[in-house]
T-cell receptor, first 117, second 117 residues
Framework: GNSVTQMEGPVTLSEEAFLTINCTYT??????LFWYVQYPGEGLQLLLKATKADDKGSNKGFEATYRKETTSFHLEKGSVQVSDSAVYFCALSDHANYGGSQGNLIFGKGTKLSVKP | GAGVSQSPSNKVTEKGKDVELRCDPI?????LYWYRQRLGQGLEFLIYFQGNSAPDKSGLPSDRFSAERTGESVSTLTIQRTQQEDSAVYLCASSFSSGGASGNTIYFGEGSWLTVV
């Protein structure tokens, strides 16, 4: 079945440090891949996405590249800020229709990031 | 409104009571999803509606959980005979047809926080 595995947190970094949050996936079809972010006290927001192999999603200085050969979609940012403190969720949505679940998102467990000034 | 709207935002209920949670999706979105997020956990898929197709109920944890959707608009998630383990944030989301499978963005509401005492 489809699944997402992301590195466990919490991750604590100093401001301007480099960030990597690892995400790997298992999918039976051809998934689209997403990173969602949940800031403290707020709802879940789409951060970036990639819909096919070798695509790079980017937003707010964050990037992730869809690597089919390693089934990965690692999130990176060159210089984090205190305002990036949040929980980050990797997710996939499979194009294949298995059991009628086409289209829904499968989430990782989330990685909490704390950035210290 | 412009986004996915959920009500109530907070609900405290006694064990054994029934609760109803409401979701108003973004206008024009044919796909609607319910997820559950327990404290410190990732998101669990519950149910998925897509237009007039039969809903995908594969994520519902027990027969105490049910959901309905009227056409392509409002959805109600009902939990009967609530248990303490049902305490969680219940998130509703919507998207254009096929949701993430086509790379479409899935937009989340801010959630309904349910506490069963």
């Amino acid at each position: 079945g489809n699944s997402v595995t992301q590195m466990e947190g919490p991750v604590t970094l100093s401001e301007e440090a480099f960030l990597t949050i690892n995400c790997t996936y298992t999918a039976t079809g051809y998934p689209s891949l997403f990173w969602y972010v949940q800031y403290p006290g707020e709802g879940l927001q789409l951060l970036l996405k990639a819909t096919k192999a070798d695509d790079k999603g980017s937003n707010k200085g964050f990037e992730a590249t869809y690597r089919k050969e390693t089934t990965s979609f690692h999130l990176e940012k060159g210089s984090v800020q205190v305002s990036d403190s949040a929980v980050y969720f990797c997710a996939l949505s499979d194009h294949a229709n298995y059991g009628g679940s086409q289209g829904n998102l499968i989430f990782g467990k989330g990685t909490k990031l704390s950035v210290k000034p | 409104g412009a986004g996915v709207s959920q009500s109530p935002s907070n609900k405290v209920t006694e064990k054994g009571k029934d609760v109803e949670l409401r979701c108003d999706p973004i206008s024009g979105h044919t796909a609607l999803y319910w997820y559950r997020q327990r404290l410190g956990q990732g998101l669990e898929f519950l149910i998925y509606f897509q237009g007039n197709s039969a809903p995908d109920k594969s994520g519902l944890p027990s027969d105490r959980f049910s959901a309905e959707r009227t056409g392509e608009s409002v959805s109600t998630l009902t939990i009967q005979r609530t248990q303490q383990e049902d305490s969680a944030v219940y998130l509703c989301a919507s998207s254009f047809s096929s949701g993430g499978a086509s790379g479409n963005t899935i937009y989340f509401g801010e959630g309904s926080w349910l506490t069963v005492v």
